[in-house]
């Protein structure tokens, strides 16, 4: 999995090959071993979706295949979304949104589907959310007939809801986050 620190380092190493190890330590406010350890996870998540790493050479410059500009164009804000890859708290708080907003029934498929991870995954942070909303005295329930959906009190529903919006404003491109996984209008949000 990629994490939004490792999203923003590939966002500079891709917008300025030429940047330096000191520039990225200055500008993302980290330091040289927390950058070789996501320097790392993007090359193990680039080997999983079948793509060339991104090398550095002897004097500190980054090597990048110009077919992975095409694949990953992360300048492109329209995008950042759609490629960026959820923590797992993140995950929580998304499916929560989709769950509390939803217009249609929500089915494991469509959750797959949204996040980009795999059935064990969702399954795991669903666990991991149902944990969560003991705090509000709500639970997530499951039917064949009308999928995921929280179940409990109207007022306690709106209380996460609001909880969750905050949080999901604070992630990577937040704003966006919250447009595209939930029903809101963009005059709402």
Known sequence: MIDERSMKLLQEILNNQNTTLSVLESKLGINRRQINYSFEK????????DQTKIERTKTGN???????????????????????????????AVILLMLLSRDEELSLI???????????????????????????????????QSGYRIQGKEFDKRR??????????????????????????????
Do not use: C
């Open 42 to 49: 993007i090359n193990n998540w680039l080997s999983s979706l």
């Open 62 to 92: 980054f090597i990048v295949s110009s077919s992975l500009k095409h694949i990953l164009p992360i300048d492109n804000d329209d995008n950042d979304v759609e490629i960026y890859i959820f923590s797992e708290n993140e995950r929580i």
């Open 110 to 144: 469509h959750l797959v589907s949204a996040l980009g991870v795999g059935k064990n995954t969702v399954l795991r942070t669903i666990k991991a959310a149902q944990y969560e909303l003991e705090k509000y005295q709500l639970k997530i329930i499951y039917s064949r």
């Open 160 to 189: 996460l809801l609001i909880t969750v919006i905050q949080s999901i404003v604070s992630f990577y491109k937040g704003e966006k986050v919250l447009l595209q996984y939930s029903s809101f209008k963009d005059r709402e949000v």
